[in-house]
């Protein structure tokens, strides 16, 4: 295969689930040389991953990474902070492809660790939308549990922490966020007694704020302090994460210095998690789609009494909009709402003006018209992100936002780039 072939071959295969078992025998023998992180949990897989990637990328270990995402898998799967060699991601579509069609998350999974190996990776840090293909990798002596909260499936965050929790395994040492809901941390600690897997769980009193500039973010966490891309209380707390990933590995014989971990985390930029693409006007794109994501979204805009902004909506799903409308609204997910109703923010607490809609392209009508219905906004619905960007710009006070998908956000800082 080419290499559009091998990204048209990965995008074309169907969502669906694997029998983790079935899958090493796919894996040619040096992925056994590789020792994995495998990150689980709803939100902050992304930075916690990437972060990790960079410390281990400053100590001069040869290391890689993947990502689950929107982008082709050539860009996803990362080796000492470059795209995969092409050759090497070639070789592993033709091989998938000798044998029964695989579901794309586990075929993903393969073909990244598959890449690794054969590129001589001794360590890889690889997201796990499916915790329970964890399975699938060799050797696993440290491994995390980010944020968990609802996914718009409606699941519980009971079920959604169980389900993560089969990240663990026997003897490896799991870091999870903190300030994780009880009911989450109380699943979590179970997983972890049943398959005898020690759970590190960052204290939050450890992290300091230094800074409260507007969009800037220095934070210290037991004494590590760094300027970090990412802004807010959660992304803190993804960057603690990746400091006690960074001390569980070398608990497990991984040489890793303070240096290393304050240089890698500092080194991390931010393609689109609250990311500022500029202040005046304000343009800001976040590839929130979660409510507990647009919660913390709506806290950073607040903290820095931001107002008259546009905002940009593009749902890659149907699947949970309603309540991730609702916490954009009011800055509170849905639980939250439920607690304390007294809380809750008006309309002229927004940080919104005007609010465009963007479905999915290709979604049917019958959608849109279910996606309209459940807004909570007064917004216009608008045919593609360009469309939309444009008349965001036109009828802004202060500038523009966009949210909703990584594919939403990605999409927007092309087309902004290029105005």
């Given at each position: 295969?080419t290499?559009?072939?091998?990204?048209?071959?990965?995008a074309?295969l169907p969502?669906?689930?694997a029998?983790?078992?079935?899958l090493?025998?796919?894996?040619?023998a040096?992925?056994?040389?590789?020792?994995?992180?495998?990150?689980a949990?709803t939100?902050?897989?992304t930075?916690v991953?990437?972060?990790?990637a960079?410390i281990?990328?400053?100590?001069?270990?040869?290391?890689?990474?993947?990502?689950?995402?929107?982008?082709?898998?050539a860009?996803?799967?990362?080796?000492?902070?470059?795209?995969?060699d092409e050759?090497l991601l070639c070789?592993a579509?033709?091989?998938?492809?000798?044998?029964?069609?695989?579901?794309?998350q586990?075929?993903?999974?393969?073909?990244?660790?598959?890449c690794?190996?054969e590129?001589?990776?001794?360590?890889?840090?690889v997201e796990?939308p499916?915790?329970?293909?964890?399975?699938?990798?060799p050797?696993?002596?440290v491994?995390?549990?980010?944020?968990?909260g609802p996914d718009?499936?409606?699941?519980s965050?009971?079920r959604l922490?169980?389900?993560?929790?089969?990240?663990?395994r026997?003897?490896?040492i799991c870091?999870?966020?903190p300030?994780?809901?009880?009911?989450?941390?109380?699943?979590?600690v179970v997983?972890?007694?049943?398959?005898g897997c020690?759970?590190?769980?960052p204290?939050?009193?450890?992290?300091?704020?230094?800074?409260?500039?507007?969009?800037a973010s220095r934070?210290?966490?037991?004494g590590y302090?760094v300027?970090?891309?990412?802004?807010?209380?959660?992304?803190?707390?993804?960057?603690a994460m990746?400091?006690?990933?960074?001390?569980?590995?070398c608990?497990k014989?991984?040489?890793?210095?303070?240096?290393a971990?304050?240089?890698g985390?500092?080194?991390?930029d931010?393609?689109?998690?609250i990311r500022?693409?500029?202040?005046r006007?304000l343009?800001i794109?976040?590839?929130?789609r979660?409510p507990?994501?647009?919660?913390?979204?709506l806290r950073?805009?607040?903290?820095a009494?931001?107002?008259?902004?546009?905002a940009i909506?593009?749902?890659a799903?149907?699947?949970?909009?309603?309540?991730f409308?609702?916490?954009l609204?009011?800055?509170?997910t849905p639980?939250?709402?439920k607690?304390?109703?007294?809380t809750m923010?008006?309309?002229?607490?927004?940080?919104?003006?005007k609010?465009?809609?963007v479905?999915p392209?290709?979604?049917?009508?019958?959608m849109t018209?279910?996606?309209t219905?459940?807004?909570?906004?007064?917004?216009?619905l608008?045919?593609?992100l360009a469309?939309?960007?444009?008349?965001?710009h036109?009828?802004?006070?202060?500038?523009?936002l966009?949210?909703?998908?990584e594919?939403?956000?990605l999409?927007a800082?092309?087309?902004?780039?290029?105005r």
């Amino acid at each position: 295969m080419t290499i559009q072939q091998a990204n048209q071959y990965f995008a074309a295969l169907p969502d669906g689930f694997a029998d983790p078992a079935q899958l090493g025998a796919l894996l040619p023998a040096s992925v056994q040389q590789v020792q994995f992180v495998g990150v689980a949990g709803t939100a902050g897989k992304t930075a916690v991953a990437r972060l990790l990637a960079a410390i281990l990328h400053a100590q001069g270990i040869r290391a890689g990474v993947y990502h689950a995402g929107c982008e082709p898998l050539a860009a996803r799967i990362r080796v000492d902070g470059k795209p995969v060699d092409e050759a090497l991601l070639c070789r592993a579509a033709d091989a998938l492809a000798a044998h029964e069609e695989l579901p794309l998350q586990a075929a993903e999974l393969v073909a990244a660790a598959y890449c690794f190996g054969e590129a001589g990776c001794t360590l890889a840090v690889v997201e796990l939308p499916d915790a329970g293909l964890a399975a699938v990798l060799p050797k696993m002596p440290v491994c995390a549990v980010t944020a968990v909260g609802p996914d718009g499936v409606s699941r519980s965050v009971e079920r959604l922490a169980a389900l993560a929790g089969g990240v663990m395994r026997k003897e490896s040492i799991c870091v999870t966020a903190p300030e994780q809901p009880k009911a989450v941390l109380s699943e979590l600690v179970v997983a972890a007694g049943k398959c005898g897997c020690e759970l590190v769980v960052p204290d939050p009193e450890d992290i300091t704020f230094l800074e409260a500039e507007q969009f800037a973010s220095r934070v210290d966490y037991g004494g590590y302090t760094v300027p970090l891309a990412f802004l807010g209380r959660h992304a803190a707390g993804n960057a603690a994460m990746a400091v006690e990933l960074a001390l569980a590995l070398c608990r497990k014989g991984v040489d890793i210095s303070d240096e290393a971990i304050l240089d890698g985390i500092a080194a991390v930029d931010n393609r689109c998690s609250i990311r500022v693409l500029s202040q005046r006007p304000l343009v800001i794109l976040d590839a929130c789609r979660t409510p507990q994501q647009a919660s913390a979204l709506l806290r950073v805009l607040n903290m820095a009494k931001v107002r008259h902004m546009s905002a940009i909506i593009g749902l890659a799903e149907e699947e949970g909009a309603e309540a991730f409308f609702s916490a954009l609204e009011t800055g509170l997910t849905p639980e939250e709402q439920k607690k304390d109703k007294s809380t809750m923010p008006g309309m002229s607490d927004n940080p919104f003006d005007k609010v465009y809609l963007v479905t999915p392209t290709g979604g049917d009508d019958a959608m849109t018209e279910r996606l309209t219905e459940k807004a909570k906004f007064h917004f216009e619905l608008c045919a593609t992100l360009a469309e939309a960007v444009e008349l965001a710009h036109a009828n802004t006070r202060r500038g523009l936002l966009v949210c909703g998908s990584e594919a939403a956000a990605l999409e927007a800082a092309a087309l902004l780039e290029n105005r």
